[in-house]
């Protein structure tokens, strides 16, 4: 008998499908965004799931999983919603999808970047208000040239960030996070703390997951101790960042901008406040959102299945 997949969306790219069908049967629950309790209705019986959608598992969630689980494949580089240690304790391997979309999250970065830098956002306000001035010092935005650059966890993602950011002239590179990195010193970026990167960078971009170290890491203390020229990039978590604080940084100008592919709450109300902030560049969380890159996404997840059930390591375990 072959082994069966549950895949938790019937929006999962077909690359994935295709490979696992190769070997395996395929379940697809019927619908993009299940609850949990959907997706547990159907899954016991099942050899691996396919997560999408940030679908949380978690001890509750693994009791009544059933007894035949044995892969769990999420098709996210980021695995907050899983809970890894308790899902390895009970000997079920875990595996997610990183590198894949390193690039298209790095264009994702840039593009925000760019956006908040030279109020883009506000501009188009203007025009639609009929506001727009003459002046010779309206809607002055900052550059990157010349600027320094902060990432805060240069993973594959902060390092392709910087890769695509050497062609503006940027005049320095620095990071933080555990220790100093071999890429770094490759790519010519600084290893420094938190605060020295804070006080430093014109633009601070957070490549970092979400953990127990990066939960509201970005506060009233951390917004305040930034440059007022200083863009604020989030690609990583939208959780990373207490939303408040950073409401009234933008509003009472601590710092110049922000450029968000990641929001807490996500997606946000279409009456949040952070969607009325005219130096706010809000995007709804399109960093791997590419038709190449979701494929590449697909397939990965669904290799790891594949590998996972017939006892060879994880393309990428955890
Ligand atoms: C990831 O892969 O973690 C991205 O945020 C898309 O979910």
Redesign the pocket.
């Known amino acids: 008998m072959k082994p069966r997949v549950l895949i938790t969306s019937n929006d999962v790219p077909s690359a994935g499908i295709d490979l696992l069908r190769t070997k395996c049967d395929v379940t697809i629950i019927q619908t993009t965004n299940p609850s949990q309790e959907d997706v547990l209705q159907v899954l016991p019986g099942h050899d691996a799931i396919f997560v999408t959608n940030?679908l949380n598992i978690n001890s509750d969630f693994l009791n009544n999983a059933g007894t035949s689980l044995k892969v769990v494949s999420t098709m996210?580089?980021?695995y907050d919603h899983l809970d890894v240690p308790e899902i390895k304790r009970r000997g079920i391997k875990v595996g997610h999808?990183p590198m894949v979309?390193s690039d298209a999250v790095a264009e994702i970065a840039v593009l925000l970047t760019l956006n908040a830098a030279r109020r883009t956002y506000e501009g188009r306000l203007k025009l639609e208000q009929g506001q727009v001035m003459k002046n010779l010092q309206w809607l002055l935005g900052q550059e990157l040239r010349g600027s320094t650059v902060g990432i805060v966890g240069l993973g594959n993602i902060g390092q392709a960030i910087v890769k695509r950011l050497q062609g503006f002239s940027v005049a320095r590179f620095v990071y933080t996070g555990h220790s100093r990195k071999k890429a770094g010193d490759e790519l010519g970026a600084h290893f420094v703390s938190l605060d020295d990167l804070l006080e430093q960078s014109d633009f601070v971009i957070v490549s970092a997951p979400l953990n127990n170290e990066t939960r509201g890491l970005f506060d009233d203390n951390t917004f305040n101790k930034m440059k007022k020229n200083a863009v604020f990039v989030n690609i990583a978590r939208g959780q990373i960042v207490k939303t408040n604080a950073l409401i009234k940084a933008l509003r009472n100008n601590t710092i110049f901008a922000a450029g968000l592919d990641v929001t807490d709450p996500e997606p946000l109300p279409p009456d949040h406040e952070l969607l009325k902030i005219p130096n706010a560049v809000v995007i709804p969380?399109l960093?791997?959102a590419t038709v190449k890159t979701r494929n590449d996404m697909s397939f990965t997840a669904a290799q790891n299945i594949l590998n996972g059930l017939e006892g060879k390591p994880l393309i990428y375990e955890l």
């Open positions: 940030h996210s580089a980021g999808t979309l969380h960093g791997s």
